[in-house]
């Protein structure tokens, strides 16, 4: 932290986390959530952790509402993979003898993932709006998960080395696309 010129770095990261988990809306029910309110039925008697560190577990609490409290100056956000149900894409391609070979199927990802671009252009702008003076938000895209040429992913087909790294991209286009219409940063990793 003292390196890169931080007075504080926290991270609210959630793993399986979904849009629902950044920002909720009147229609957020946590318990469909990774994100969890706090509150008596949530805390274990036996744990006693102050406020703040409270605040700072992941998946505890959505992302927004520890933002608003603790103001950072810089945010790094990557969302949207599991609103589209990557895990259980990829489980598919390694399970099953071809994935998403015809047409049809593509298409029907290919607008899953379209659908999703108005919730983020919505969720970056929110999160841009709770952010004042000279503080930043960036996007950050997907990394490729495996390389099209890659012989170390022998457990994929030529077919779906390719196909997972074109969702890949067709996810980060997605993701650029929301972050342009939201007017926040995009980064391409």
């Given at each position: ?23 909720y ?24 952790l ?6 700072l ?30 895990g ?8 099953q ?55 170390c ?7 779906e ?29």
């Amino acid at each position: 932290n003292q390196r890169l010129g931080f007075d504080w770095f926290g991270s609210v990261a959630c793993s399986g986390a979904e849009m629902k988990d950044v920002s909720y809306s009147r229609d957020y029910y946590p318990e469909n959530s990774q994100a969890k309110f706090r509150n008596d039925n949530n805390i274990d008697n036996d744990v006693r952790l102050g406020e703040y560190l409270l605040d700072l577990i992941p998946g505890y609490n959505t992302q927004q509402i520890i933002t608003q409290d603790k103001s950072p100056s810089v945010i790094t956000l990557s969302v949207g993979g599991n609103d589209i149900g990557f895990g259980s894409i990829i489980t598919a391609c390694v399970t099953q003898p071809e994935c998403y070979t015809s047409r049809d199927s593509r298409e029907r990802l290919a607008d899953q993932i379209d659908e999703k671009i108005p919730e983020l252009a919505k969720l970056y702008r929110s999160l841009r709006e709770d952010m004042s003076g000279d503080k930043l938000l960036y996007i950050v895209g997907y990394p490729s998960i495996i390389r099209h040429d890659s012989s170390c992913a022998s457990v994929l087909s030529p077919h779906e080395r390719s196909f997972a790294s074109s969702l890949i991209d067709y996810l980060n286009e997605a993701v650029r696309s929301a972050a342009l219409r939201a007017g926040v940063r995009f980064v391409d990793v």
